[in-house]
């Protein structure tokens, strides 16, 4: 299975607002809204940031939001921060009942 | 608190069966929601290998169905992947995960635990 389109790297100095996209099909991102975002930092297990596109976990900034426009979605992180530095994925219901990732975008902050 | 724990051997042989076990504290499997295995090879992304519900109803990433078996021990709420035939390629950290409310998001991880294929 195809893994959903998210850019390899995303950069931005502190204080800026930086947005990763995450681009589907019909078969997912665009016709579900089912879904969620994750923060990994190194070797650590990833934690969930958003969900149902645009829904925050209790305890998670509001500086991460969530949106969707057809076949992607995108994660906005807004006021960036040093220990925003992390890999990002996002992820997807699908039709067939599965579950799918994206590629992961690295964030840095400058 | 919901807690996730990833056990089994860290090194298999090729050729040979990949085999983890989940056991889960402060939520019980036989509850409505579905349950998973994801991997990550070293330096790579996340891969959903897949999920299973209390009833027995289980989904597979259609790359791996042919090889992996996801079951539940519900007495010890636990549950278990196998991964048959493994090869290098299936070097990975594994975790297991809940999928939260509509089965929508994985909302409680393991800490991830490293399977290197290797003679």
């Known amino acids: 299975q195809s893994a959903l389109t998210q850019p390899a790297s995303v950069s931005g100095s502190p204080g800026q607002s930086i947005t990763i996209s995450c681009t589907g099909t019909t078969s997912d991102v665009g016709n579900y809204n089912y879904v969620s975002w994750y923060q990994q930092h190194p070797d650590k297990a990833p934690k969930l940031i958003v969900f149902d596109v645009n829904n925050r976990p209790s305890g998670v900034s509001n500086r991460f939001s969530g949106s969707k426009s057809g076949n992607t979605a995108s994660l906005t992180i807004s006021g960036l921060q040093a220990e925003d530095e992390a890999d990002y994925y996002c992820n997807s219901f699908r039709s067939d009942n599965t579950w799918v990732f994206g590629g992961g975008t690295k964030v840095t902050v400058l | 608190q919901v807690q996730l724990q990833e056990s089994g051997p860290g090194l298999v042989k090729p050729s040979e069966t990949l085999s983890l076990t989940c056991t889960v504290s402060?939520?019980?499997?036989?509850?409505?929601?579905?349950w998973g295995w994801i991997r990550q090879p070293p330096g790579k992304g996340l891969e959903w290998i897949g999920s299973?519900?209390?009833?027995?109803?289980?989904y597979y990433d259609s790359s791996l169905k042919s090889r992996v078996t996801i079951s539940m021990d519900t007495p010890n709420n636990r549950f278990s992947l196998k991964l048959r035939s493994v090869t290098a390629a299936d070097t990975a950290v594994y975790y297991c995960a809940r999928l939260g409310d509509r089965s929508s998001h994985f909302d409680y991880w393991g800490q991830g635990t490293l399977v290197t294929v290797s003679s």
């Open positions: 299973i519900f209390h009833v027995g109803r289980t």
């Open positions: 402060g939520s019980s499997i036989s509850s409505a929601f579905y």
